[in-house]
């Protein structure tokens, strides 16, 4: 069992920038593909961005690439979402996840979820 406990959320311009981080528990933290997920009011939730078990490769939605970067530190059982240049259509709940398998970017292939953290972008 992993629990997850994302943090960082907040209300922000424009153009602005946060840093979402999402900490896991116990000791198996570098066997999971982590991912980011985030669902507006009255949408589907969404794939934002996942990244491999040592940290080196990732995938990012088209809607955040260039713009969003997911990074983790194993030895902290940490993983990041730096978001830059943000809009008001990123305002969303934010979820980070843990999957078993490769890197994915459907939310059944994921095993574990966060609570979520509220991200609102004013314009």
């Known amino acids: 069992q992993v629990q997850l406990v994302e943090s960082g959320g907040g209300l922000v311009q424009s153009g602005g920038s946060l840093r979402l981080s999402c900490v896991a528990s116990g000791n198996t933290f570098n066997r999971y593909v982590m991912g980011w997920f985030r669902q507006a009011p009255g949408k589907d939730r969404e794939f934002v961005t996942s990244?491999?078990?040592?940290?080196?490769?990732?995938i990012y939605a088209d809607s955040v690439k260039g713009r969003f970067t997911i990074s983790r530190d194993n030895s902290q059982n940490t993983v990041y979402l730096q978001m830059d240049s943000l809009k008001a259509e990123d305002t969303a709940v934010y979820y980070c996840a843990a999957s078993g398998r490769m890197l994915a970017s459907r939310a059944y292939e994921y095993d574990y979820w966060g609570q979520g953290t509220q991200v609102t972008v004013s314009s």
């Open positions: 990244v491999s078990r040592p940290g080196s490769s990732a």
